[in-house]
Every structure is written in structure tokens, then in C-alpha cells.
């Protein structure tokens, strides 16, 4: 008994190994072989250390952060959606694959029943009895065409893209902290400079009402005086309301509140980011989790046309089993009692009204959808790391020149203040002069979040964010690499 049953599974798994999936091949990627190039781009440099490979402790120094990216990888929602995706997807994949194999089952029944003596043959009432004990397997699909095989594949491949889809929002969280941490810290420096600038006004206007007040200034002065403090007035509770906004967003991002030992932050000039190498184009088909999870998909996509093929031949299922059968319990074991089932069964379609054909069509336009698919998550990869690139040597001369505005701003002031206080100039040379410094010293505040939080994307346009630690892509290489 036991011999037939493991003959038939072996005769089923020779059988199986027929496939129409579609060879697959990797679509051409539809960008350029380089970097773009011009006045707004810096030459290409090569580097030891891939960008998706450098880890994010190495490329973010400030500390605070990095507790703040550590916090969130183990408490975000998103990323727990993610990691469960994953293992859903893993449970179905395992639940298709076991199609590939007999089910095999033990049974056992038994059975007492009494018929009356008006509808027993006898004309008197009996009592009959049946007890059996089976091992068999239940309608297994002969997998001739790989249909089967097809489905499996196809689980296989969306199961390996949802581990990509977490790769993808680990980095794209990663890099969401970091800019809402650079936002936060440029609010509160545009907070504290709107502070300081508002004391300043008011000791103007302070200065300006006594003068008024003895008849040395005037009474439009003095209302200019006003609506330079009262428009000071507007942008302290501007930030005041955008540093509470930024803390609660990045609550959220850390799936919980900011630790209470967080390290103390460096200032937003100072050295905040290491430098990232662009690598080649081709380098972001393997950097990039997006593009991987778009090419899993792709893969099926054309697994899903194999199974879509394999339904216009027939399919046969076989039904078998052996046992013992026996009117008494005790003679269940007994020689004689054995009994065996063996029921083929194949399902050959004729006709179906074009069911089977729409099926192939549809199976092929959902794998160009993804052919589709894939090429533009690639476009989109290579847009974002050109414009990386491009703001990366555009925010360096544009922070440069904003800082010769503010210096060139506050030699004005101080001339402006000099010679207002020694009446030499009015007090709208004044106020200007104040204006435009406060203008200056906030467009250099949002110039660097700008720079800061462009070349954190271009971390994340490059792959980056993945690794805690520089190096261990190669442990991890070495750890899943056959050993001799």
C-alpha cells in the first residue's frame, strides 16, 4: 500500500516538469548610459563605497538623529505593514507550492446502523455494521503542462516583492526622519532668528516713540516703526505654529514620542551629511528595492501566462487509496479485509466560449502593464538622482552666494543703524536696512533645509538608508555566499 502510494508520487513529480512559462528576459532600461551633463553638474567621481551600501549611522553625523532613525525603524506602523506584507505573502507562496505535492491522508470510520424488519430483505429487523481504515491521496492535479508550477512561480515572485516593497519603505523612511528632523531644526532657527529680530524692532520702535515724543521723529516713523514690529509679530506665531507641526509629524514618523535621552543636535551649519558617490545609471537596477520589486512583479506577470497557457490542455487528477474494510472492528487488520481505490480523472476543455483565450490575452497585457511598469520606476530613478545631482552643485554656489547677501546685509545695518541714531539718515533707511537682513538671514536658514534635505534624497534616490552600517552588505554577502 504504502509502495503505491510513493510510486505515484514519484511518477507525478517526473511528469511535472513541463513548463510554458514564457522565457524571461530583462527589459532594456530606457535611460541614458551617464549622468546628465552641464553647468549645473559636477564631474562624476568613483568611490570604494557604493551609496545604497554606506550605512545610515556613517551618512547622517548628527547624533540626535540617529537615534531618532533607530527609534523609528523599530516603532514606525509602516514599516510593521511591511514586515507583516511579507510574511502574508510567504503563507501563500507555502500554500501554492504544496500543490506541487500528493496531500496525503489517513482516515479511519466506522459505522453501526439498524433497519427495520418492513425494509430488511428478511422481512426481520438487523443490525449491520462497517469499520475501515484508509491511507490515501485526495484528487492530485498531475501537473503535465506546469500549470501548477506556473502559480507557484508566480507566488514565488510577488513574495520575493513584498520583501523589496520593505526594503523600499525602510529607505523612503529613513529619509522622511532626516528631512522632518532638518525641518523641525530649521523652524526652530527661523523661530529663534524671528525672536531675536522682533527685540530688535521693538527697541527701534521704543527708540523711535521717544523721539517722536520730543518732536525729533515723526508721526509716519513711528507708524513704520509699528509695522515693522507687528509684522514680526505675524512671523513668530508663523513659527511658533510650524515647530509644534513639525514635532507632531515627526511623532508620527517615529511611531512614538521623542526619546527622552536624545543626544544633543548639531546646528543645522554645521557638518551634517557625508558624501554620497552617483555611481553609474546601471548601478540603480540593483541598487534600487523599487526597481527589484517592479521586476519581481514583471517576473509574475510571466509566470501568470504559463498557467494562462497550461489551461487549454487537458489536466488529470487522480483520486486513489488502500485500506482495510471490515463488518467488526476486530477483523479490521485481519487478512482479507485489505481494499483499494484508484480513480483517475481528466478534464479536457471543448468549448468555452473563448473563456480560456481572453484569459492568455489578458495574462499578456498585464505583463506588458508591468513590462510598463517597470521601465517607468526606472525613468523615475533616474530623474531623481539628475535632480540630486543638479541641486547638489547648485545649492553649494547658491549657500555661498547667500551668505555674502547676509554679510553684505548686515555691513548695511550697521551703517544704517550709525547713521540714523547720529540723524544723519531717516528712519526708512533704517527699517529697510532691517528688513532686508531679516529677509537674508531667513531665505540662508531655508536654503540649507533645501540643500540638506536634497542631498538626503539623493541618498534615497541612490539606494541608501538600507544598512545601519557601512560594510554590511559585504557580511551579508559573505553570510549567504556557498561555502567549498
Known amino acids: 500500500m504504502t509502495k503505491s502510494l510513493l510510486s505515484l508520487a514519484v511518477t507525478a513529480f517526473i511528469l511535472g516538469g513541463c513548463s510554458l512559462i514564457p522565457d524571461y528576459q530583462t527589459p532594456e532600461a530606457p535611460v541614458a548610459a551617464q549622468w546628465p551633463q552641464g553647468p549645473a553638474y559636477s564631474p562624476t567621481q568613483s568611490a570604494d563605497v557604493a551609496a545604497a551600501e554606506q550605512g545610515w549611522r556613517q551618512f547622517f553625523h548628527d547624533p540626535a538623529l540617529q537615534k531618532l532613525i533607530q527609534t523609528s525603524l523599530v516603532n514606525n506602523r509602516d514599516l510593521r505593514v511591511a514586515a507583516l506584507n511579507i510574511d502574508a505573502y510567504r503563507a501563500q507562496y507555502r500554500i501554492q507550492r504544496a500543490d506541487l505535492f500528493p496531500a496525503v491522508s489517513a482516515t479511519g470510520s466506522g459505522s453501526r446502523q439498524r433497519v427495520p424488519g418492513n425494509l430488511s430483505q428478511t422481512g426481520e429487523a438487523n443490525i449491520t455494521s462497517q469499520y475501515s481504515a484508509t491511507l490515501g491521496v485526495s484528487a492530485y492535479e498531475l501537473d503535465l503542462f506546469g500549470r501548477v508550477r506556473s502559480l507557484s512561480e508566480q507566488a514565488l ?35 529663534k532668528l524671528t525672536e531675536e529680530t522682533l527685540k530688535t524692532y521693538e527697541e527701534s520702535y521704543n527708540l523711535t516713540r521717544r523721539s517722536n515724543e520730543v518732536g525729533v521723529a515723526s508721526a509716519l516713523d513711528l507708524s513704520q516703526a509699528r509695522t515693522a514690529v507687528e509684522g514680526a509679530r505675524v512671523k513668530l506665531s508663523q513659527y511658533q505654529r510650524l515647530v509644534a507641526q513639525d514635532l507632531n509629524s515627526l511623532t508620527v514618523l517615529l511611531g512614538t514620542g521623542v526619546p527622552a535621552d536624545l543626544p544633543a543636535s548639531l546646528k543645522l551649519d554645521a557638518d551634517q551629511l557625508a558624501d554620497v558617490p552617483a555611481g553609474l545609471p546601471s548601478d540603480l537596477l540593483q541598487r534600487r528595492p523599487d526597481i527589484q520589486e517592479a521586476e519581481h512583479l514583471l517576473k509574475a506577470a510571466n509566470a501568470n501566462i504559463g ?36 480513480q483517475p480523472q481528466i478534464n479536457l476543455p471543448i ?18 502593464i508591468n513590462v510598463a511598469k517597470y521601465e517607468k520606476t526606472i525613468q523615475t530613478a533616474f530623474q531623481e538622482v539628475s535632480d540630486g545631482l543638479a541641486a547638489r552643485k547648485t545649492f553649494e554656489e547658491q549657500l555661498q552666494a547667500q551668505r555674502d547677501l547676509v554679510a553684505a546685509n548686515q555691513d548695511y545695518y550697521r551703517l544704517a543703524e550709525r547713521r540714523y541714531r547720529i540723524g544723519i539718515d531717516s528712519n526708512l533707511t533704517f527699517l529697510d536696512a532691517q528688513r532686508n537682513l531679516f529677509s537674508a538671514q531667513q531665505a540662508l536658514i531655508s536654503d540649507r533645509l533645501s540643500q540638506l534635505t536634497s542631498e538626503v534624497n539623493l541618498y534615497k534616490a541612490l539606494g541608501g538608508g538600507w544598512y545601519e552600517q557601512t560594510g554590511q552588505a559585504n557580511q551579508q554577502a559573505s553570510v549567504d555566499s556557498p561555502k567549498g
Not at 498557467?307 to 471490515?326: D, M, Y
Not at 468555452?352 to 498585464?366: E, P
Open 157 to 191: 515572485e510577488t513574495y520575493l516583492s513584498s520583501e523589496q516593497a520593505r526594503r523600499s519603505t525602510q529607505i523612503s523612511l529613513v529619509a522622511s526622519v532626516a528631512n522632518a528632523y532638518y525641518t523641525w531644526q530649521a523652524d526652530q532657527a527661523l523661530l
Open 351 to 368: 468549448f468555452n466560449a473563448g473563456s480560456l483565450r481572453a484569459s492568455l490575452d489578458y495574462s499578456k497585457i498585464q505583463k506588458d
Open 307 to 342: 498557467a494562462a497557457r497550461a489551461a487549454f490542455f487537458p489536466s488529470i487528477s487522480l483520486t486513489a487509496n488502500a485500506g482495510t474494510l471490515s463488518p467488526d472492528m476486530g477483523g479490521l487488520f485481519k487478512g482479507g479485509s485489505g481494499t483499494w481505490l484508484f
